[in-house]
C-alpha cells in the first residue's frame, strides 16, 4: 500500500471541493484493472497531473508520471517525486528514461506523458512528440488517452492563479485502449486526432451545460472567441521563450548564446 500517493489524492479530492470544482469525468473504466499502459493526457494547467491520475483509481491504480529531472533535483519537490515513484527524464541524456519506462510497462505499470512537452497556452492540442507511442510499442501495451477541458481556469502560464475558490467546471474523458502500430508517425498523429475530437466534443458539451464561452475571455481559445493565443501564436511564445531560456543557461556557462529559435524537435 502506497500511504504518501493514497494521502496526496485524499487531500487533492479534498481540496477540490473546497475550491468549488465541478469535476465530470467520463470513460473511467477504459483504465485496464491490470497491466501496463502508457497514459496520454493534454496539457493546459499545472494541475493536469492531479486531475489526471483521478480516474486510475476507479480501479485503485496509481499513474507513475514522467517528468523532468530539474523536479527531483529539487530539495522538497525531489524526494516526494522518488517516493512516488515518478520517472525523472534527462533531455541530454533520454535513453535512459525511455529504458526505464519502458521497464515499468512490462513490470504492468501506468506511465503518464504528456506529448505537447509543455502547457500549452492556446488550451488547443499542440503537436505530439512520439514518445509516448515508441513506449507503448516497446513495451507491447494500449494507450489509453485521458482528454482535459477547463482546467487552464485553475492555474495556468502565463495568466492569474484561482487556487483559493475558482469553483470552475473541469471536464475529463478516458478514450478507448489504443493499439500503437508503424509507422509511428502514423500512430502519433492519429492519437493527436481523437484526444482533438475529444476535446472539440467537450467544449461543445461544457458550452452546453455551463452557458456560452465568455467573448474574449482570456481561458477560452481564440477559435471560440476567446483572447487565448493561437496555436500559431502560441508556438511562437514557446519557442522565444525556450531560446531565452537556452540563453541565460549558456551566459551563466560562460558561452556564447545559440542563434535564432529552436526547431520543432528540439527538447
Same mark, same amino acid.
Given at each position: 500500500?502506497?500511504?504518501?500517493?493514497?494521502?496526496?489524492?485524499?487531500?487533492?479530492?479534498?481540496?477540490?471541493?473546497?475550491?468549488?470544482?465541478?469535476?465530470?469525468?467520463?470513460?473511467?473504466?477504459?483504465?485496464?484493472?491490470?497491466?501496463?499502459?502508457?497514459?496520454?493526457?493534454?496539457?493546459?494547467?499545472?494541475?493536469?497531473?492531479?486531475?489526471?491520475?483521478?480516474?486510475?483509481?476507479?480501479?485503485?491504480?496509481?499513474?507513475?508520471?514522467?517528468?523532468?529531472?530539474?523536479?527531483?533535483?529539487?530539495?522538497?519537490?525531489?524526494?516526494?517525486?522518488?517516493?512516488?515513484?515518478?520517472?525523472?527524464?534527462?533531455?541530454?541524456?533520454?535513453?535512459?528514461?525511455?529504458? $526505464?519506462?519502458?521497464?515499468?510497462? &512490462? #513490470?504492468? @505499470?501506468? %506511465?503518464?506523458?504528456?506529448? =505537447?512537452?509543455?502547457? !500549452? /497556452?492556446?488550451?488547443?492540442?499542440?503537436?505530439?512528440?512520439?514518445?509516448?507511442?515508441?513506449?507503448?510499442?516497446?513495451?507491447?501495451?494500449?494507450?489509453?488517452?485521458?482528454?482535459?477541458?477547463?482546467?487552464?481556469?485553475?492555474?495556468?502560464?502565463?495568466?492569474?492563479?484561482?487556487?483559493?475558490?475558482?469553483?470552475?467546471?473541469?471536464?475529463? $474523458?478516458?478514450?478507448?485502449?489504443? &493499439? #500503437?502500430? @508503424?509507422? %509511428?508517425?502514423?500512430?502519433? =498523429?492519429?492519437?493527436? !486526432? /481523437?484526444?482533438?475530437?475529444?476535446?472539440?466534443?467537450?467544449?461543445?458539451?461544457?458550452?452546453?451545460?455551463?452557458?456560452?464561452?465568455?467573448?474574449?475571455?482570456?481561458?477560452?481559445?481564440?477559435?471560440?472567441?476567446?483572447?487565448?493565443?493561437?496555436?500559431?501564436?502560441?508556438?511562437?511564445?514557446?519557442?522565444?521563450?525556450?531560446?531565452?531560456?537556452?540563453?541565460?543557461?549558456?551566459?551563466?556557462?560562460?558561452?556564447?548564446?545559440?542563434?535564432?529559435?529552436?526547431?520543432?524537435?528540439?527538447?
Amino acid at each position: 500500500m502506497e500511504l504518501l500517493y493514497t494521502g496526496i489524492i485524499g487531500f487533492a479530492r479534498t481540496l477540490f471541493k473546497v475550491q468549488g470544482l465541478d469535476i465530470t469525468i467520463r470513460g473511467e473504466h477504459n483504465f485496464p484493472e491490470v497491466g501496463g499502459a502508457v497514459v496520454v493526457i493534454n496539457h493546459t494547467g499545472y494541475f493536469d497531473f492531479v486531475y489526471g491520475g483521478i480516474p486510475a483509481r476507479v480501479h485503485k491504480r496509481f499513474i507513475r508520471y514522467m517528468a523532468k529531472v530539474e523536479v527531483f533535483d529539487h530539495k522538497v519537490s525531489g524526494p516526494i517525486m522518488r517516493e512516488l515513484k515518478h520517472i525523472p527524464v534527462d533531455r541530454t541524456a533520454g535513453k535512459a528514461s525511455f529504458d $526505464e519506462a519502458v521497464d515499468r510497462l &512490462r #513490470a504492468g @505499470e501506468l %506511465v503518464g506523458v504528456f506529448p =505537447e512537452a509543455t502547457i !500549452s /497556452r492556446s488550451f488547443e492540442i499542440k503537436g505530439f512528440k512520439s514518445g509516448a507511442v515508441r513506449m507503448a510499442r516497446a513495451a507491447d501495451v494500449p494507450i489509453i488517452t485521458v482528454t482535459l477541458w477547463g482546467s487552464q481556469r485553475v492555474w495556468t502560464k502565463g495568466l492569474p492563479k484561482k487556487l483559493l475558490r475558482p469553483k470552475a467546471p473541469i471536464m475529463m $474523458e478516458v478514450g478507448e485502449p489504443m &493499439r #500503437a502500430y @508503424e509507422p %509511428v508517425e502514423a500512430c502519433t =498523429e492519429e492519437l493527436r !486526432s /481523437r484526444m482533438q475530437a475529444t476535446l472539440e466534443r467537450l467544449q461543445d458539451e461544457y458550452a452546453r451545460r455551463y452557458g456560452p464561452y465568455p467573448s474574449g475571455a482570456n481561458w477560452v481559445p481564440a477559435r471560440l472567441g476567446g483572447s487565448a493565443p493561437t496555436l500559431e501564436e502560441a508556438t511562437a511564445l514557446d519557442e522565444a521563450e525556450h531560446a531565452e531560456r537556452m540563453r541565460r543557461r549558456v551566459q551563466a556557462e560562460g558561452g556564447d548564446a545559440p542563434k535564432g529559435p529552436p526547431g520543432p524537435d528540439a527538447p
